[in-house]
């Protein structure tokens, strides 16, 4: 069973626009760490947040906010008035304390138009 | 220094051909990574080191040899590769392997032709 799910592969929108990708994920852990990276065409992967499961509370950096939701699974990043560079693949992970493993989802790829 | 450097940035290499991979981190971090990444699809692990001790072996061909001099440097012998290993290869780092609490920092990675 997939541990990450990024349910949207590939988004579009125009500069200035709002847009979330979502993130839903699976364990049986209580105590687990949630992630998001940024991995821009030049390839690295640039780390954005971390989360720990026993802080629910939203977090706004910048135009970058992540509403985490344990009661869906949920850990949503929303970036608003996007710019063209934030076009590039973003990845949800997971990272369980009862394994030594590092979760991905399978990527979203957001293009923003000019 | 809060990076993980990761030489050559591209490499073209012949199947017959035996290259190396290097990786480096200045930030005391006792656990680096291997990682593959296909087009399109998120980082497969690979190998892991902790404490420069090999700890998992994601059933990796024998063509890729890894190997950890010393805590900073990572390396990734190759030799007889194939068309399909053709990839982006990223390093990582972190405080502890058994502890992926804090994520990981990644390298830029190397993007790996085999003609």
């Known amino acids: 069973a997939q541990k990450v799910t990024q349910a949207q592969t590939e988004i579009s929108v125009v500069e200035k626009e709002d847009v979330t990708l979502d993130c839903v994920y699976e364990?049986?852990?209580?105590?687990?760490?949630l992630f998001w990276y940024k991995q821009p065409p030049s390839g690295e992967l640039v780390f954005l947040i971390r989360r720990n499961s026993f802080d629910e509370q939203n977090e706004i950096s910048g135009r970058y906010s992540w509403n985490f939701q344990k009661s869906t699974s949920s850990f949503n990043f929303t970036i608003t008035a996007s710019q063209v560079v934030d076009s590039a693949v973003y990845f949800c992970?997971?990272?369980?304390?009862?394994?030594?493993?590092?979760?991905f989802g399978t990527g979203t790829s957001l293009t923003v138009i000019p | 220094d809060t990076e993980v450097t990761q030489t050559p940035k591209h490499l073209v290499m012949g199947m017959t051909n035996k290259k190396s991979l290097k990786c480096e981190q200045h930030m005391g971090h006792r656990a680096m990574y291997w990682y593959k990444q296909k087009a399109k699809k998120p980082p497969e692990l690979m190998f892991v080191y902790s404490y420069e001790k090999l700890s998992i072996n994601e059933s990796v061909p024998s063509r890729f040899s890894p190997e950890c001099p010393n805590s900073s440097l990572l390396n990734l012998h190759l030799h007889a590769l194939q068309p399909e290993d053709s990839a982006l290869y990223l390093c990582?780092?972190?405080?502890?392997?058994?502890?992926?609490?804090?994520?990981?920092?990644f390298g830029s990675g190397t993007r790996l032709t085999v003609v």
């Open positions: 992970a997971l990272s369980e304390t009862s394994g030594n493993q590092f979760y």
């Open positions: 364990t049986r852990d209580t105590t687990y760490y």
């Open positions: 990582a780092s972190s405080h502890r392997a058994l502890s992926n609490n804090y994520g990981y920092t």
